[in-house]
């Protein structure tokens, strides 16, 4: 991917009006860029890490390539070795949230948005406009965020691809899995959970082919799991993620199936009112109408009752599809059998499973 020519963005001016940062905020900032530039790099490159952390947990699905490299940029220039010039270092981390907000923001869709507010609102603590320079006697002479982050990306060019983390991801959970087969740990994690680790290893290679950043995130959770398989804080991560796989639960088709079987069961209702409305006629008179009529009612009649059992059947399938089932079901599953070895390892220590 290659970045376009920035123009000053308009669309985040209102976040840097001179009244907006309270005096005392600004002077404590200046200070520290002063005497302790170093504090303020590792807390911006924390945050960054953490905002991309954060963006994969809770989106891990359905990234396109803006958003993957958007977030591979972020994290790599937020890591990568410092010369020692921390202020200068500092602008860098800047031009590279001004950078990666003009791409994203060039986007629509509902991740974009997000990504885009999230990386604004970082944007927003740093005190530094974008094209802008560091305040004072401190500015570094030629520079703006903008040109300096683009010296560093000449200078050192992000490396990697998506389909490599995918890669490295897939070796990483099958050496893990190899490990733990081969071994008697302590905490090992149990046979069947092995087995179910290798099923959903096979899964995610089919996943690779249509969502290349979720397969890689999955196989790096299941490799946590797998290699800390008693850790609450694991357990709960990877059952989280099991909602965002294929075949995780649905509230919507679970609704629209009760709807739906709501029909059938009326129709059904209806026909048989109908026919017990027909066959009840007591007179000669009104068993003749009733002759015509009920022609049509039992007409009708008929259309309802296997329309309503369609209908009902239809409700029972998707009901059915609304449940957890194909990967979100065995993830959830390994969640649960760790979690059960750990509940069995507290209660009965030196276990062996």
Same mark, same amino acid.
């Given at each position: 991917?290659?970045?376009?020519?920035?123009?000053?963005?308009?669309?985040?001016?209102?976040?840097? #009006?001179?009244?907006?940062?309270?005096?005392? *905020? +600004?002077?404590?900032?200046?200070?520290?860029?002063?005497?302790?530039?170093?504090?303020?790099?590792? +807390?911006?490159? &924390?945050?960054?890490? +953490?905002?991309? $952390?954060?963006?994969?947990?809770?989106?891990?699905? @359905?990234?396109?390539?803006?958003?993957?490299?958007?977030?591979?940029?972020?994290?790599?220039?937020?890591?990568?070795?410092?010369?020692?010039?921390?202020?200068?270092?500092?602008?860098? &981390?800047?031009?590279?949230?001004?950078?990666?907000?003009?791409?994203?923001?060039?986007?629509?869709?509902?991740?974009?948005?997000?990504?885009?507010?999230?990386?604004?609102?970082?944007?927003?603590?740093?005190?530094?406009?974008?094209?802008?320079?560091?305040?004072?006697?401190?500015?570094?002479?030629?520079?703006?965020?903008?040109?300096?982050?683009?010296?560093?990306?000449?200078?050192?060019?992000?490396?990697?691809?998506?389909?490599?983390?995918?890669?490295?991801?897939?070796? +990483?959970?099958?050496?893990?899995?190899? #490990?733990?087969?081969?071994?008697?740990?302590?905490? *090992?994690?149990?046979?069947?959970?092995? $087995?179910?680790?290798?099923?959903?290893?096979?899964?995610?290679?089919?996943?690779?082919?249509?969502?290349?950043?979720?397969?890689?995130?999955?196989?790096? *959770?299941?490799?946590?799991?797998?290699?800390?398989?008693?850790?609450?804080?694991?357990?709960?991560?990877?059952?989280?993620?099991?909602?965002?796989?294929?075949?995780?639960?649905?509230? @919507?088709?679970?609704?629209?199936?009760?709807?739906?079987?709501?029909?059938?069961?009326?129709?059904?209702?209806?026909?048989? #009112?109908?026919? $017990?409305?027909?066959?009840?006629?007591?007179?000669?008179?009104?068993?003749? #109408?009733?002759?015509?009529?009920?022609?049509?009612?039992?007409?009708?009649?008929?259309?309802?009752?296997? @329309? !309503?059992?369609?209908?009902?059947?239809?409700?029972?399938?998707?009901?059915?599809?609304?449940?957890?089932?194909?990967?979100?079901?065995?993830?959830?599953?390994?969640? !649960?059998?760790?979690?059960? *070895?750990?509940?069995?390892?507290?209660?009965?220590? !030196?276990?062996?499973?």
């Amino acid at each position: 991917m290659t970045h376009h020519t920035k123009k000053p963005n308009t669309m985040l001016s209102f976040l840097f #009006f001179e009244n907006e940062v309270p005096e005392l *905020a +600004k002077k404590q900032f200046f200070i520290k860029l002063k005497t302790n530039p170093q504090s303020l790099v590792n +807390k911006l490159s &924390l945050n960054i890490n +953490k905002l991309v $952390a954060d963006f994969d947990y809770h989106y891990p699905a @359905g990234q396109d390539s803006v958003i993957i490299y958007a977030l591979r940029e972020l994290s790599f220039y937020s890591r990568i070795d410092v010369s020692g010039n921390y202020q200068k270092t500092y602008l860098e &981390l800047c031009g590279l949230l001004y950078t990666v907000i003009s791409d994203v923001g060039e986007h629509e869709g509902p991740l974009h948005h997000s990504l885009y507010k999230k990386i604004s609102d970082l944007a927003r603590t740093t005190y530094i406009k974008d094209f802008g320079n560091l305040p004072g006697n401190m500015a570094i002479v030629g520079e703006t965020t903008d040109t300096i982050y683009r010296k560093l990306i000449a200078w050192c060019p992000m490396t990697g691809s998506p389909d490599q983390d995918y890669q490295e991801a897939l070796t +990483k959970l099958n050496v893990a899995i190899a #490990f733990q087969s081969n071994n008697d740990l302590l905490f *090992a994690l149990p046979k069947r959970g092995i $087995a179910l680790a290798t099923a959903i290893y096979n899964k995610l290679i089919e996943v690779h082919k249509y969502d290349v950043k979720l397969a890689t995130i999955l196989l790096k *959770a299941t490799s946590e799991l797998v290699e800390n398989p008693y850790s609450p804080e694991v357990q709960a991560r990877y059952y989280h993620f099991s909602t965002h796989a294929e075949g995780a639960p649905s509230v @919507g088709k679970k609704l629209s199936s009760l709807m739906l079987g709501l029909l059938g069961i009326t129709m059904v209702v209806s026909s048989v #009112f109908l026919l $017990a409305a027909v066959a009840g006629v007591t007179s000669p008179v009104s068993a003749f #109408f009733a002759a015509i009529v009920g022609a049509h009612l039992l007409a009708t009649a008929t259309i309802l009752a296997p @329309g !309503g059992t369609i209908a009902i059947l239809g409700a029972v399938g998707l009901f059915k599809d609304g449940m957890r089932h194909a990967l979100s079901v065995d993830m959830y599953n390994l969640a !649960g059998i760790s979690h059960q *070895a750990s509940v069995d390892r507290k209660t009965s220590p !030196g276990i062996m499973f």
